[in-house]
């Protein structure tokens, strides 16, 4: 399983403090499972002493893996030694195998390729990519816009808006122009603004030989009733990915 780091996620779900993460990843690793942690934030100049602290703190956490977005907490593991427990998963940036080249010799452990690839195209990148360790995004919502602005408070603020109900500050949507039925869930923190797509369902390209492929495949649970997300398992499972995950969702 992975857990959301407290502090250290752009959009968190539901959060774990880091003394949180070590009491469960202790007792994860005692029934012989992984454990990995996501920590998605963009970092800012100003936050980077207090990343760095909770960086060491996380990397003694002993999870298998941490799953970072920016590419600032594979700089500070790499100083720590600790470059082979990184993941970099930066959305829409890794496209080509080239890439793989450089990573691997930074020392990740490995790399969560672009969402906007082919079932070819990540076949590609996986058989290229020798030494690393490859992981796609299968379903449930997706990040497609981050920013460090505040967009409702400003859309707000523009319209005049008094006494704005709760649906400005958590479950507001924006609506596509040109698709007028189609919303996209937006989140608004203190770290800035969010927009997620309306979510997917088990990919119909995910073929037993890509499973083979994929090292690790990601789940979200975001916005997804638990009946839903236990049918999305079972699809998946159908397709094996699970099985060469190590038991990683």
């Not at 998605?40 to 100003?46: C, G, N, P, R, S």
Request: glycine share 6%; charged share 20%; with cysteine.
């Amino acid at each position: 399983m992975m857990l959301e780091v407290s502090g250290l996620c752009q959009a968190p779900l539901c959060p774990f403090s880091l003394d949180d993460i070590e009491k469960i990843a202790a007792s994860t690793h005692e029934q012989g499972k992984q454990i990995f942690v996501l920590a998605d934030m963009t970092v800012t100049e100003d936050e980077l002493d207090r990343v760095k602290k909770n960086m060491e703190r996380l990397l003694s956490c002993k999870a298998n893996r941490i799953v970072c977005y920016d590419f600032t907490f594979a700089i500070l593991a790499a100083k720590a030694g600790m470059a082979n427990q990184i993941i970099y998963a930066p959305n829409t940036l890794i496209t080509h195998s080239r890439l793989a080249n450089f990573y691997k010799k930074t020392g990740l452990a490995g790399m969560v390729v672009s969402e906007s690839l082919s079932a070819a195209e990540i076949l590609s990148v996986c058989k290229k990519s020798e030494g690393l360790e490859i992981g796609a995004v299968l379903s449930g919502h997706r990040e497609i816009y981050r920013s460090r602005r505040h967009h409702v408070t400003a859309y707000i603020a523009h319209n005049r808006i008094q006494n704005p109900t709760p649906e400005f500050s958590s479950g507001y949507a924006v609506m596509e122009k040109q698709r007028q039925n189609s919303f996209y869930p937006l989140i608004e923190n203190t770290n800035g603004t969010v927009i997620i797509d309306a979510g997917m369902s088990c990919p119909d390209w995910l073929t037993p030989e890509l499973a083979e492929a994929l090292t690790y495949g990601f789940i979200s649970r975001r916005n997804i009733e638990l009946t839903d997300y236990i049918e999305m398992l079972n699809k998946i499972k159908s397709t094996v990915l699970l099985q060469k995950a190590g038991d990683v969702s």
